[in-house]
């Protein structure tokens, strides 16, 4: 069984930084790749941004200069640091890790729960 838990929202002023952390548990063998979405009521998910099990990195445009994606494969971890953050920055933010369980089963995407992100004044 695996589990994946996001932290780090809140409520930050236009400007401000956040780092978000996605932590995996459980039976894990390996961690392929990881992504971070985010979603605002009444909207799709949108995908912001990406680490492949290559060790590159994709963002989305708009987030571009502004928000870091890393992990710590170490303690089974991914971050997003949040920069520069804009009032439409403000959403619901997911994480996604591509695992491998050590039952043997071809790896699969886990989700986290949801973190809110609210940028405000």
């Known amino acids: 069984q695996v589990q994946v838990v996001e932290s780090g929202g809140g409520l930050v002023r236009p400007g401000g930084s956040l780092r978000l952390s996605c932590v995996a548990s459980?039976?894990?063998?390996?961690?392929?790749?990881g992504e971070w979405y985010r979603q605002v009521p009444g909207y799709q998910r949108e995908w912001v941004a990406a680490f492949t099990s290559g060790g590159a990195t994709n963002y989305v445009d708009d987030v571009k200069g502004r928000f870091a994606i890393s992990r710590d494969d170490a303690k089974n971890t991914m971050f997003l640091q949040m920069n520069s953050l804009r009032p439409e920055d403000t959403a619901v933010y997911y994480c996604?890790?591509?695992?491998?369980?050590?039952?043997?089963?071809?790896?699969?995407?886990?989700w986290g729960q949801g973190t809110q992100v609210t940028v405000s004044s």
């Open positions: 459980g039976s894990i063998y390996s961690i392929h790749g």
């Open positions: 996604k890790l591509v695992i491998r369980t050590r039952n043997g089963a071809p790896r699969r995407d886990y």
